[in-house]
């Protein structure tokens, strides 16, 4: 068993239940675990490996609830365009994705993550053209050593049946199911610590059907995994919904069994109080992307209203393409200015936002052994230097300079235990070094069976 301390961070922010902050603190590891959190003076004086973080700021990873990895290759696309209008854009240049573009796009999106304090990622992968697969973007988190909730996504209503993509863009639903089903055995790992989730996540109420919605539901709950979901996120689709559906969009997900908490939601901007009530009761969770809702003029996700009614709240950057970026830590501050815009300084500050951006999101992700440091909780953890000029005139308090200055990139990563990111730079995991050839393949990355991924 391998052993790892972290001593001497000028704080140490635990997120533990009594919220401690610990001047001096730091942290004892064995394997991918916590055994220790608390004053340095207090914590055993070696380890196999020793980090000294004087001048540092310690806190639990963040935790990303949304995304689409596959569209970092198409950036700054459909610059000035709402959600439809920039979906019907992107839809053909997405059809024409190989597994070689999902992989790369996945590594560059993930590398990114990792550098701005991200250690937990889930994904939407919900475009599946020309052989890809979910594997082609779990390979690349395996190889980064990223913890990663994969969602197998999709799409079966075409534009032919009433649907917004493009038939070129939906598969058949019996051949979603049937991979859907693969990828859950092949790929989900329920040990605790488990690196790699598996998820369904039929896209949103306008590019599927509600049977693919029904048949999606009762699979995950017979395998006794997550469901996800694009809900609420414009006007544009709740006039869809009505107009189709007969009903708004939370109204009609709910008819299909899509509430409860092992449900999640991403943007939820266009709610009504009993729909928050709704969520609040069923304990169904809520991928927030401020920057995203932005970008595309969907509007402000009421964050303040869901988390007093006690709505699990997560942050999500999302696409690459409909943020341009993939900063978790530059969302948390997002999430805090978006929520003062409507004219109340108070309604989120900086201690609040971090918790959205780890509890919070594993809250979302259903995940009970990461989002905070305290014993017994997965090593996982990220320390950003003070003493930059992004932070002067902030250090009087060092938890609010991470979120109302500029977002920083991390100094140092541990995830599972391993460090990730040393000096701001991923490390190999071939050599154990930062820099040059730090995104590498390692030589033999694993699924959950132990099978070497394809492509290794």
């Avoid at 199911?177 to 859950?184: P, Y």
């Avoid at 696409?319 to 003062?340: C, F, I, P, T, Y």
């Amino acid at each position: 068993m391998s052993t790892l301390l972290l001593k001497h961070a000028d704080l140490l922010v635990t997120m533990d239940p009594t919220r401690r902050k610990i001047a001096d603190g730091g942290l004892f590891v064995r394997d991918n675990e916590i055994v220790q959190a608390g004053p340095t003076a207090e914590l055993p004086p070696a380890a196999d490996t020793v980090i000294d973080a004087r001048g540092m700021i310690v806190l639990p990873g963040l935790v990303n609830t949304h995304h689409h990895l596959y569209q970092t290759l198409t950036r700054c696309m459909a610059q000035d365009s709402v959600l439809f209008d920039w979906l019907e854009t992107l839809y053909p240049i997405w059809a024409r994705l190989t597994p070689e573009a999902v992989t790369v796009s996945a590594t560059v999106g993930l590398a990114e993550l990792m550098l701005s304090g991200c250690t937990t990622s889930s994904d939407h992968l919900y475009v599946y053209p020309n052989g890809c697969k979910i594997e082609d973007e779990i390979q690349a988190a395996v190889e980064l050593g990223i913890r990663f909730t994969a969602t197998r996504g999709s799409m079966s209503l075409g534009r032919s049946k009433g649907g917004l993509p493009p038939d070129s863009c939906v598969e058949e639903e019996a051949a979603i199911l049937k991979d859907s089903r693969r990828a859950i055995e092949q790929y989900h790992q329920r040990q605790r610590f488990g690196m790699v989730h598996v998820a369904l996540a039929p896209c949103s109420p306008f590019s599927v059907t509600g049977d693919l919605m029904a048949e999606s539901a009762a699979l995950a709950r017979a395998y006794g995994v997550r469901l996800h979901t694009h809900l609420a996120e414009t006007m544009d689709e709740e006039r869809f919904c009505i107009a189709k559906f007969g009903a708004r969009p939370v109204d009609y997900v709910e008819s299909l069994g899509w509430t409860g908490d092992d449900v999640w939601h991403a943007h939820c901007v266009c709610l009504n109080a009993d729909e928050i009530a709704l969520f609040a009761r069923t304990g169904s969770g809520v991928a927030h992307c401020p920057s995203s809702n932005m970008r595309l003029a969907s509007g402000i996700a009421p964050v303040r209203a869901m988390r007093d009614a006690g709505v699990r709240v997560g942050l999500g950057v999302d696409g690459s393409a409909s943020n341009d970026g993939n900063h978790l830590l530059g969302e948390a501050r997002q999430a805090l200015l978006l929520q003062r815009v409507m004219g109340n300084p108070a309604a989120l500050g900086a201690q609040e936002a971090l918790e959205i951006a780890t509890l919070g999101g594993a809250s979302v992700l259903g995940r009970a052994d990461i989002g905070s440091l305290a014993p017994g909780m997965a090593a996982d953890f990220i320390a950003y230097r003070l003493a930059r000029l992004d932070f002067a005139g902030a250090l009087h308090d060092p938890l609010a300079a991470l979120v109302f200055c500029t977002p920083p990139k991390v100094d140092l990563s541990v995830i599972n235990g391993k460090v990730r990111v040393k000096d701001g730079e991923i490390v190999d995991r071939r050599t154990g070094y930062a820099g040059a050839g730090a995104t590498a393949r390692c030589d033999q990355p694993e699924d959950a069976a132990g099978r070497v991924i394809r492509g290794a």
